[in-house]
């Protein structure tokens, strides 16, 4: 079975100042893993996933994040907060090569972002 | 990235009707497509997994009599909220997986409000 957990429901920032989403998940064999965001009313879009390879992966809009297998962690980061960045951030979770196999979500993180 | 849409994204409806959502893969086909359903300030619960050409898959809880799914075609799949009742008010958010990357592309919601 897996799981993901996001710690830290709300997270707060000076735009400017680095972001730090934590996610770590829990899986049985090899994990593929995303991060989806969120904006108000709309549906989620996605900032970027890992696969295989790299285990740094970049996405959109400067947000980048490093699987580490030892840690099980896939914490997403961005260098400098932006004012458009605050929105609802989810991690998830999905079993490689199986086609049924639905996403498992983490809570989500709220990130607020003030000026 | 791909582009999945949701029809309609807003919809009223008396009690006791029914209420059908379409989801639509635009520039890919999808063999596999969810329907996921979002409280307010929650992450997204799975309700059910849709393949083509074949029933859909109901997480439990979910009544398959309640919400039809329907996977005729791979860019189409659609969910029918049938005799509506206010407690169905909700936001309902499709995917489609891309099954040649191995990712979920998120339709942008379709938000239901029952009278």
């Known amino acids: 079975a897996q799981s993901v957990t996001q710690l830290g429901s709300h997270v707060s920032v000076s735009e400017g100042a680095l972001v730090l989403l934590r996610c770590n998940y829990s899986?049985?064999?090899?994990?593929?893993l995303f991060w989806y965001v969120q904006y108000p009313n709309q549906g989620l879009q996605l900032l970027l996933k890992?696969?295989?390879?790299?285990?740094l992966v970049k996405g959109i809009n400067g947000f980048e994040a490093e699987f580490k297998k030892s840690e099980t962690s896939f914490h997403l980061t961005k260098p400098s907060a932006h004012m458009s960045d605050a929105a609802e951030y989810f991690c998830?979770?999905?079993?490689?090569?199986?086609?049924?196999?639905?996403?498992?979500f983490g809570k989500g993180t709220t990130l607020s972002v003030s000026s | 990235g791909a582009v999945v849409s949701q029809h309609p994204s807003r919809v009223i409806c008396k009690s006791g009707t029914s209420v059908k959502i379409e989801c639509r893969s635009l520039?890919?086909?999808?063999?596999?497509m969810f329907w996921y359903r979002q409280f307010p300030k929650q992450s997204l619960m799975l309700m059910a997994t849709?393949?083509?050409?074949?029933?859909?898959?109901?997480e439990q809880g979910v009544e398959k009599d309640k919400f039809l799914i329907n996977h005729a075609s791979l860019t189409l799949s659609t969910l029918t909220v049938t005799s509506a009742h206010p407690e169905d008010s909700s936001f309902y958010i499709c995917?489609?997986?891309?099954?040649?990357?191995?990712?979920?592309?998120f339709g942008p919601g379709t938000r239901l409000l029952v009278l």
């Open positions: 995917s489609a997986r891309d099954p040649f990357e191995e990712t979920q592309y």
């Open positions: 899986s049985s064999v090899p994990p593929y």
């Open positions: 890992y696969t295989t390879g790299a285990t």
């Open positions: 998830a979770v999905t079993v490689p090569n199986q086609a049924g196999t639905a996403l498992i």
């Open positions: 520039d890919f086909q999808a063999t596999t």
């Open positions: 849709s393949n083509e050409g074949s029933k859909a898959t109901y």
